[in-house]
């Protein structure tokens, strides 16, 4: 993998990348409080199997610039949909696979209703803004206060978020503490920002859910779903919302995994992932998914 940065409307953005140039376009969005090595597996498999994987910093979190003014899920001024287009513009990608993982997946979501036309086909990765449940740790992450709390508990609130996050917490990757220790501190104020704006003591805003889900029918194109069926942050039976929102969604619960599924439980998770990328790339043809300009990819990996 190979990091980059580029820039999105005069703001820097973060971007980890592995695959040929030429590849077909994935393009990976994390969680709340995430960074882009959230997908450092997904990465690595979907680009040896052709694709050129990228993985994101949304602004704020990771290595991205913080966003000024934004209105995140604004529905008539969405700052996260049009933020993906302009991605795609930088990368130079007419379209692109948008996988979204938990506030990832409500921005990938949202992306796909707002311009179908750049999306080959969107996976919900334990998506948010779908139901309206979430963790509590969340919900009271919106009262005054929150961010001066979590100031003072120091590296301990990082580390607990990111426990919260897998079924088994042995299973969390000594990279993942330690990227946590480096990431999480800075993006807290985004963090919490961001959680204001779709979240409150209830849950999500069931104002903001009504508008998006109003508008999921612009979107009909393939639809993959992935849940760990232990998910202690967004509760699996959520699943079921997005499969009455989405009917032909496909809808793959992965056991003895928590919210970070993809980290987790990989093997899995590429198990559910792939094939379905496969099949979407091989109905379409190959110059509706590549890069602007790129050449005609020879597809690689495949076994």
């Not at 996976?123 to 948010?128: D, I, K, M, Q, S």
């Not at 990111?162 to 800075?186: I, K, M, N």
């Not at 699996?236 to 439980?265: C, K, N, S, W, Y």
């Amino acid at each position: 993998m190979t990091g980059r940065t580029v820039d999105v409307r005069g703001a820097r953005v973060r971007i980890v990348e592995a695959g040929p140039n030429a590849g077909e376009a994935v393009l990976l969005i994390h969680g709340v409080g995430g960074w882009a090595e959230n997908w450092r597996e997904t990465v690595s498999a979907i680009a040896r199997r052709g694709y050129r994987a990228h993985a994101i910093d949304l602004p704020g979190f990771g290595e991205s610039e913080r966003p000024r003014g934004a209105r995140y899920f604004d529905p008539r001024r969405p700052f996260y949909a049009q933020f993906v287009v302009d991605v795609l513009d930088a990368l130079g990608c007419a379209r692109a696979h948008l996988v979204g993982h938990s506030l990832g997946g409500a921005v990938a979501f949202t992306a796909a209703v707002t311009a179908p036309e750049r999306t080959s086909s969107l996976t919900l990765v334990a998506p948010g803004g779908i139901g309206i449940e979430v963790a509590l740790a969340l919900r009271l992450a919106t009262l005054p206060g929150a961010r001066l709390m979590a100031w003072l508990r120091g590296p301990r609130a990082a580390r607990e978020g990111v426990a919260s996050c897998f079924y088994d917490v042995a299973r969390v990757p000594q990279t993942v503490w330690e990227e946590a220790d480096r990431f999480v501190p800075g993006s807290l104020g985004e963090t919490i920002r961001v959680l204001r704006a779709g979240v409150t003591l209830r849950g999500i805003r069931p104002s903001l859910r009504s508008a998006w889900v109003a508008h999921a029918d612009r979107y009909t194109g393939p639809v993959l779903v992935v849940w760990g069926e232990r998910d202690a942050v967004i509760p699996v039976t959520q699943a079921h919302a997005v499969a009455e929102i989405f009917p032909h969604a496909e809808v793959r619960l992965i056991p003895d995994a928590g919210h970070l599924v993809m980290i987790e439980q990989p093997d899995g998770f590429q198990s559910a992932l792939i094939p379905f990328l496969d099949r979407i790339a091989a109905s379409l043809p190959p110059a509706s998914l590549r890069s602007a300009g790129a050449p005609a990819p020879a597809r690689a990996g495949a076994q």
